[in-house]
């Protein structure tokens, strides 16, 4: 049959299961009951401001470097359009501080070392949290008990049963909290999610997506050690719960050797006391968005997980994964992810009728490619100019949106809360060789052979792969 090209700001479609529906954001808005308990349980959380559609939201920023520094100049760009105001910044490197500071015009009386301060300041309605990922949880549940909203970088939490506090978090306090994973804003996740509701290829059988890099010889994360002294940069503070477990398995450094705490500071994610390495800074990149694009995110069945660091071996944690991931409807998930070669799979998702091909960040379009059998039922069809792409400013304008309407953003907490479960068991099913079984209403983490294994947290495995 003819394959027929739909401008989404035009055309129709010649199917009635693809015609236009309501916006697929909604696919998303669903929000799930958890009962484990959280950090300041008996402290009563704080209101905050309820904010109108017309009011100025007053932001704080939790983590000014890197990440968070691109949040603040975004966020002054769009300052008029997104009607903001900024209450202060907070980052335990003196610099970095200094320069968000100078970057948004705020005084001296709005930096903080102690993000604490910063969050006990009434006129404060939402903190962008942009530290490194073992303060995400913290940082997170102090600034949601404190009344204000979150948007806080991905992945989510460190490891898993901080994720379940965060969700225990948000029900408490009913904040808005959006994951930084700006691609489940991108309008052509959206597009195949309704195209999925609307029975576009049958039953889900599987789906794919990578995130591939190669922009040094050594890998990423290489990033330059700054000329700090430990009067700049609190190191105590820094650690935070990376600091639980013993050193020497942890590969945590003291103090004293400075040398080496400035090399964790600044390439934490090589680490694994901080960081889970590509499966925490890359991997959510696609596993946000497709698993939104299914239209029923889940939590996983089983997770398996492969690694390999055989370029870049001057790091705890792997170059190179391979994750699978199988739900309880049957379908499955495979997500690829490298820092040392940039070719990679196409993203897409598979049904019993046909296939879904979206293409990675910079790709603004939807195919539909048709079974041979459903030709007569189908007919093919390329979906264009699918707008926003997967830019941070306006993931960030959806959270804002939201907090005025007071409903789900995009990357929302029950997504949030199923993307970090295959997140954490695919680490550890990649530290520790085994193939891995979840129980959702058990929490129950088991092999095959019924084995039960406790979540990983903080200083319980040894740096770099535990088996093998």
């Given at each position: 049959?003819?394959?027929?090209?739909?401008?989404?700001h035009?055309?129709?479609?010649?199917?009635?299961?693809?015609?236009?529906?309501?916006?697929?954001?909604?696919?998303?808005?669903?929000?799930?009951?958890?009962?484990?308990?959280?950090?300041?349980?008996?402290?009563?959380?704080?209101?905050?401001?309820?904010?109108?559609?017309?009011?100025?939201?007053?932001?704080?920023?939790?983590?000014?470097?890197?990440?968070?520094?691109?949040?603040?100049?975004?966020?002054k760009?769009?300052?008029?359009?997104?009607?903001l105001?900024?209450?202060?910044?907070?980052?335990?490197?003196?610099?970095?501080?200094?320069?968000?500071?100078?970057?948004?015009?705020?005084?001296?009386?709005?930096?903080?070392?102690?993000?604490?301060?910063?969050?006990?300041?009434?006129?404060?309605?939402?903190?962008?949290?942009?530290?490194?990922?073992?303060?995400?949880?913290?940082?997170?549940?102090?600034?949601?008990?404190?009344?204000?909203?979150?948007?806080?970088?991905?992945?989510?939490?460190?490891?898993?049963?901080?994720?379940?506090?965060?969700?225990?978090?948000?029900k408490?306090?009913?904040?808005?909290?959006?994951?930084?994973?700006?691609?489940?804003?991108?309008?052509?996740?959206?597009?195949?999610?309704?195209?999925?509701?609307?029975?576009?290829?049958?039953?889900?059988?599987?789906?794919?997506?990578?995130?591939?890099?190669?922009?040094?010889?050594?890998?990423?994360?290489?990033?330059?050690?700054?000329?700090?002294?430990?009067?700049?940069?609190?190191?105590?503070?820094?650690?935070?719960?990376?600091?639980?477990g013993?050193?020497?398995?942890?590969?945590?450094?003291?103090?004293?050797?400075?040398?080496?705490?400035?090399?964790?500071?600044?390439?934490?994610?090589?680490?694994?006391?901080?960081?889970?390495?590509?499966?925490?800074?890359?991997?959510?990149?696609r596993?946000?968005?497709?698993?939104?694009?299914?239209?029923?995110?889940?939590?996983?069945?089983?997770?398996?997980?492969?690694?390999?660091?055989?370029?870049?071996?001057?790091?705890?944690?792997?170059?190179?994964?391979?994750?699978?991931?199988?739900?309880?409807?049957?379908?499955?998930?495979?997500?690829?992810?490298?820092?040392?070669?940039?070719?990679?799979?196409?993203?897409?998702?598979?049904?019993?009728?046909?296939?879904?091909?979206?293409?990675?960040?910079?790709?603004?379009?939807?195919?539909?490619?048709?079974?041979?059998?459903?030709s007569?039922?189908?007919?093919?069809?390329?979906?264009d100019?699918?707008?926003?792409?997967?830019?941070?400013?306006y993931?960030?304008?959806?959270?804002?949106?939201?907090?005025?309407?007071?409903?789900?953003?995009?990357?929302?907490i029950?997504?949030?809360?199923?993307?970090?479960?295959?997140?954490?068991?695919?680490?550890?099913?990649?530290?520790?060789?085994?193939?891995?079984?979840?129980?959702?209403?058990?929490?129950?983490?088991?092999?095959?052979?019924g084995?039960?294994?406790?979540?990983?947290?903080?200083?319980?495995?040894?740096?770099?792969?535990?088996?093998?």
């Amino acid at each position: 049959m003819e394959q027929k090209k739909i401008n989404e700001h035009g055309g129709e479609n010649r199917r009635q299961f693809i015609k236009k529906t309501a916006t697929a954001a909604a696919v998303v808005a669903a929000t799930n009951i958890f009962k484990t308990p959280v950090y300041g349980q008996n402290q009563a959380p704080a209101p905050g401001r309820v904010i109108g559609a017309n009011d100025r939201i007053v932001v704080g920023f939790v983590g000014v470097g890197g990440m968070g520094f691109t949040h603040v100049r975004n966020m002054k760009t769009s300052q008029k359009e997104n009607n903001l105001a900024f209450g202060g910044v907070s980052d335990l490197y003196t610099k970095y501080a200094e320069r968000a500071r100078e970057h948004l015009g705020l005084s001296s009386s709005d930096v903080y070392k102690d993000y604490r301060k910063l969050l006990e300041k009434k006129d404060i309605d939402a903190i962008v949290c942009a530290t490194v990922d073992h303060w995400h949880a913290q940082v997170s549940i102090d600034a949601m008990n404190a009344g204000k909203h979150v948007y806080v970088q991905k992945p989510m939490t460190r490891h898993l049963q901080e994720a379940f506090d965060v969700a225990d978090t948000v029900k408490k306090t009913g904040k808005i909290l959006q994951v930084g994973s700006q691609g489940c804003t991108d309008a052509k996740y959206h597009k195949v999610a309704e195209l999925i509701k609307q029975g576009a290829i049958g039953k889900l059988v599987w789906g794919a997506g990578c995130y591939c890099r190669n922009a040094e010889p050594e890998g990423e994360w290489n990033y330059p050690i700054p000329n700090a002294t430990p009067d700049e940069i609190d190191w105590d503070a820094w650690l935070g719960p990376a600091k639980q477990g013993d050193p020497a398995k942890t590969g945590v450094p003291s103090k004293d050797d400075w040398k080496k705490c400035l090399d964790h500071f600044a390439r934490w994610r090589r680490y694994h006391p901080y960081c889970a390495g590509v499966l925490g800074d890359l991997v959510p990149h696609r596993l946000h968005p497709i698993m939104l694009a299914t239209g029923e995110p889940m939590f996983p069945k089983r997770v398996v997980c492969t690694g390999t660091r055989k370029v870049s071996t001057n790091r705890d944690v792997n170059d190179t994964t391979h994750l699978l991931a199988e739900f309880p409807n049957g379908f499955t998930l495979f997500i690829v992810s490298t820092t040392v070669n940039e070719r990679g799979i196409v993203d897409a998702i598979h049904g019993s009728k046909g296939t879904l091909l979206f293409g990675g960040m910079s790709s603004h379009k939807v195919e539909l490619a048709v079974e041979r059998w459903a030709s007569d039922e189908i007919d093919p069809a390329t979906y264009d100019n699918l707008l926003p792409g997967e830019d941070t400013i306006y993931h960030e304008k959806n959270w804002f949106d939201c907090i005025r309407a007071n409903k789900q953003p995009n990357a929302n907490i029950d997504l949030g809360l199923k993307v970090q479960t295959v997140i954490c068991l695919a680490e550890m099913s990649e530290r520790l060789g085994e193939a891995l079984f979840f129980d959702e209403k058990t929490r129950k983490i088991t092999n095959g052979d019924g084995k039960v294994f406790e979540p990983i947290t903080y200083g319980t495995l040894k740096s770099g792969p535990a088996w093998g």
